[in-house]
């Protein structure tokens, strides 16, 4: 199977399950509902850059689904504000060497 099809498969039914039943299903703050917002970085060139920022990225408290593409070089995060800031996820990002454009909104 190939890998970018399992991980576009598993992001679709991310945000499926998401609409279906609900941000969080009654069981989080009602301030702390998950936003989706796309960062521009510069600095991605291969797949393995893609996996590192997923990687790194998800494993932030708070993230719930990333997805990044080195063509156009992007990465869609799903997150709750009320655990995970903006400027985290940016400093994630370019600890790993990444640069990420306009990273304050």
């Known amino acids: 199977m190939d890998f970018k099809w399992t991980v576009t498969t598993l992001v679709a039914f991310a945000f499926a399950v998401t609409a ?3 941000c969080g299903g009654g069981s989080r703050d009602a301030g702390n509902e998950p ?5 521009d970085v510069v600095g991605m060139t291969c797949e393995s850059c893609e996996e590192a920022i997923v990687h790194t990225v998800g494993q932030l408290k708070g993230v719930d689904m990333v997805e990044s593409r080195h063509d156009p070089g992007t990465a869609t995060v799903l997150y709750r504000p009320g655990e995970v800031t903006r400027e985290g996820i940016v400093t994630a990002i370019e600890g790993l060497g990444y640069t990420v454009v306009n990273p304050e909104k």
């Open 20 to 22: 279906i039943i609900g």
């Open 35 to 39: 936003v989706t917002e796309t960062f």
